[in-house]
């Protein structure tokens, strides 16, 4: 900061010439404003709540509901009732907390994250209402632990042709929540999931849910209520309403292997993760391609066309190709896991991780010239 300064005064002095005191009081009261304004943004990152009733979690819940790019330019900003209850909506995700502490209005995200409370107009005719479909609603609970350590959201697709697959499916029939794009799919059989209905959750909602069981919930289940076209989420003085995607959930039990000629027990999975994250700058930027073969040596072919090799314990019936990135994201769910097993498929056929309670499938990318992982 103190060199900015100077150069500052080097470029004042060359256009007036002044006496030398006046330049050294400058000095001092560029330094002097320069650290205020430091402690003023250092007192505004840690001071909590920003504003009453709401601290920075929900306001970063809020900033994430918020569409960025919309021609409703009424949904960039969040309506507060005379009750003080907040409303933030994308009109797929509506986020309501009681008791804001703010005055009624429209207020813009802006003024919340400076500390502000003050509306920009009393005027909430245009604003959206909130979803009510209280008369078709049923009552269920759902166990706080699917919403703790579980990455569901990230193995559902981004694809806007394939909409079912954007979302997180809770399977009625098979106690099951599922989520896959295709190449890879987590699936979590739970005895205790009890639900009225299967419903596709939107993976954006997933992240939000996380964070009001993490930061706001108490209890071991989380209570909710499913409608035609809404799940309703209820934790502290928040409440969470989600627009279901709609359409059939693709039949994902059908695309995992019944058999497997061979089963391994991996026990090394936490290092190979490992390996891979030190290693991803060296992977093919576009197939991020490696590849396994029958002794479980992992071999890269670099950007550069190296070839590079590991021992691993994954020891396969063929040689085999993976994303590897992919590979890690699965890996990284299973790090607590002592021992996998791993129901080895073909270089065509899906292969499919195994632990209590938890499935994941992952298929495998061609190998374009398997001779050239071999040289």
Partial sequence: MKNKIQKLIKLIQAEWDLENQFYKDLEKYFEMAGFVAQ???TIRKSTEPVVEGLDKTLLG????IMPRHTALTILKKVCVYHSGALYATNLDLNLVIENSGLKEGLHTLDYLLAGRNT???TDLGDFPKIPDDAKNEKAFTLPASIFQGHNFA??????EVRMTLKGVYFDKKKKSIVATDGHRMIVHENKRLDIPDSFVLP???FPIVEALVKHYHKNSRVHCWLSPKYVRFRIDRITFVVKQIEGSYPMWEKVIPKFSKKVIAIKDHAQVSDWIKTNKSLLNKRTSQ???DEGGVLYVKTNDGKLIKTKTGFALQDLVGFNLVYLKQILDDLKSQGSVKLSCGTAL??????VPEFTYLLMPTRLTNEEEFKK
Avoid: M, N, Q, W
């Fill in 61 to 64: 819940l809020i900033k994430k």
């Fill in 119 to 121: 509306p920009e107009t």
């Fill in 39 to 41: 402690a003023k943004r």
């Fill in 349 to 354: 056929s899906a292969h499919v991780f195994r």
């Fill in 154 to 159: 990230g193995y559902a697709t981004s694809d």
């Fill in 290 to 292: 490696g590849a396994f």
């Fill in 203 to 205: 993976k954006e909602a």
